[in-house]
């Protein structure tokens, strides 16, 4: 018998369930990175849309000479002044580049609560779908605003409003199809590994928008547009909701572990501990994260009261009773801030590295995905720990703790010069990003499966949604606030940054002190 080609042992080493888990998360990080693709561009092209220029410094002294004629506009079109393109070529423009950023934020936060809600009650696939579709157009629709000659303000506010929400969409299906598929055991890194999705569209979409935004920074829109728009197409023709929508298990599965091959399968199911041995088992959630007081695991849905519910009868939690879950305010009112922290840096890092460092658009967007590689790294390292330590919440206040500080020294180091900058972007981009990669993945899916909700997977999505939808509060907010204090000196927008940050850490003071106090009640209980 001949042997197999190693393509083909390659194939039958894993599993179909396996290849499956593998399909869900490759294709729910690709769309992901394709939604943040879209939202980079508008932190590339602000150096275009205002430009520093006709100042006699610039001209007179020679060590700004080739600044000056850097930023001297490559084509002259109507309307277009020489400090950049109206209505953005004002002194005032700082605030109208944060009115465009607080439109999408604001509409994003206040779609989000509506996202999750209405996507626990549709299909994901369509849903995802048509908010990629829609996404893409609106993405597309600011870009049309430089080939038709657009000027009105309202035009690009409105363009990021809409934008703002039909992008809702995509975060809760995402992390419920890849919270479907993936159980606990690893959650931490797996999701560290599969949120850099975040980092990587951002880099990707820093580098075609720093393409164009000095020829035609209308491409950079239309572009990653039309790339969402046909990652939805993907998205029809791929994405499975659910292990059982293709006849597998779920890797959450505790009690039965299954084997399939092709159209064979069969099931070991596991033996059901008595009352006694499980009262005596040592169960992290419910020790760590339900109040004391509590006797049973509530089933939070609104539609039964009581502590057992079956699987068939389950329906969508109610907002009141995603709320209820143990840990979800506390991690949401963190995320606020953690999260205000990291759009702060994401839609105003390249206009502060051109002020900082006097170079053009296109550079400054290069040298700002060092940030996002920093997140990558960020994230795993966030989710690795977490998993080894089994405290999240302590995770993310150390991380928190470290981040501070290291933000004041990146005001203060950047401004030496290149090589400073490139350290401190890698190194504030990795503890800035950590906490909110970790809360928005493995925190959101570790209480949207929380024991109290006895199983009902319709959840996952309503608690994604609340809590993202509350960091994004926190995500229109900060760039709003840099816009503002930006002209007193960015300086003072370090500051706020450093303060949130600080009440990142101490909304989760409590829910660390749980943690820290589970772990010395569970070696007191081993000891004796």
């Known amino acids: ?52 220029c006709n100042t006699p410094q610039v001209v007179e002294h020679n060590t700004y000479k080739e600044y000056a004629i850097q930023i001297q506009p490559v084509k002259k079109i109507a309307n277009e002044s020489r400090c950049g393109w109206e209505p953005f070529d004002k002194s005032n423009y700082k605030q109208l580049l944060g009115a465009l950023d607080y439109s999408f934020l604001c509409a994003y936060a206040v779609g989000m609560y509506l996202s999750g809600i209405i996507g626990e009650r549709l299909p994901i696939r369509y849903y995802l779908t048509g908010g990629m579709f829609a996404s893409g157009l609106f993405t597309a629709m600011f870009g049309f605003g430089y080939f038709y000659n657009i000027h009105s303000l309202w035009f690009y ?79 029809f023709l791929f994405l499975i909701e659910h292990p059982r929508d293709a006849n597998c298990t779920s890797s959450s599965s505790s009690n039965s572990k299954s084997y399939m091959n092709g159209p064979d399968r069969y099931t070991i199911q596991k033996p059901e501990l008595s009352a006694k041995k499980t009262s005596l088992s040592w169960d992290p959630e419910k020790h760590c994260l339900l109040p004391d007081n509590e006797k049973c695991n509530k089933s939070l849905n609104h539609n039964n009261g009581g502590c057992e519910e079956t699987e068939n009868r389950k329906s969508a939690i109610s907002f009141s009773g995603a709320l209820r879950i143990p840990g979800v305010v506390e991690f949401s009112l963190c995320l606020l801030f953690a999260k205000l922290v990291s759009y702060t840096f994401l839609f105003w890092l390249p206009l502060y590295i051109t002020n900082v460092e006097h170079i053009d658009a296109k550079r400054a967007g290069d040298l700002s995905t060092l940030f996002d590689v920093g997140g990558i790294f960020g994230g795993i390292l966030a989710g690795i720990i977490s998993d080894r330590l089994k405290k999240r919440a302590t995770t993310c206040g150390m991380m928190l703790l470290i981040a501070a500080p290291t933000l004041y020294l990146f005001s203060a180091i950047s401004k030496m010069g290149f090589e400073a900058t490139i350290v401190m972007l890698l190194i504030s981009g990795a503890l800035v990003n950590g906490p909110y990669a970790l809360i928005t993945t493995a925190v959101s899916a570790d209480l949207g499966t929380h024991k109290s909700l006895k199983g009902n997977a319709k959840a996952l999505s309503t608690v994604t949604a609340i809590i993202d939808g509350t960091g994004s509060v926190g995500a229109a907010l900060g760039p709003l606030l840099a816009g503002l204090l930006s002209p007193s000196g960015w300086n003072n927008v370090f500051y706020m940054l450093m303060i949130a940050d600080a009440c990142a850490l101490l909304f989760l003071l409590r829910l660390i002190r749980n943690e820290l106090r589970c772990s010395l009640d569970r070696t007191l209980f081993k000891e004796h």
């Not at 369930?17 to 394709?34: E, K, N």
């Not at 809702?168 to 560290?192: A, D, E, Y």
């Open 157 to 235: 506010i409105v363009a990021q409003m809409a934008n703002g929400l039909v992008q809702t969409t995509g975060w809760p299906s995402v992390v419920t199809c890849i919270g479907n598929w993936f159980g606990k055991g690893r959650r931490g890194l797996i999701m560290g590994l599969w949120n850099s999705h975040t980092s990587v569209g951002n880099i990707l979409g820093s580098l075609i928008a720093g393409y164009w935004v000095s020829t035609s920074w209308g491409l950079s829109f239309v572009v990653p547009g039309v790339i969402i728009a046909s990652m939805g197409i993907v998205c």
């Open 1 to 52: 018998m001949a042997e197999l080609p190693p393509g083909i042992r390659l194939i039958t080493l894993f599993t179909r369930d396996q290849w499956y888990r593998a399909l869900t998360f490759v294709l729910t990080f690709m769309l992901y990175a394709s939604f943040h693709l879209s939202r980079k561009p508008i932190s590339i092209v602000k150096g275009e849309l205002h430009k520093h």
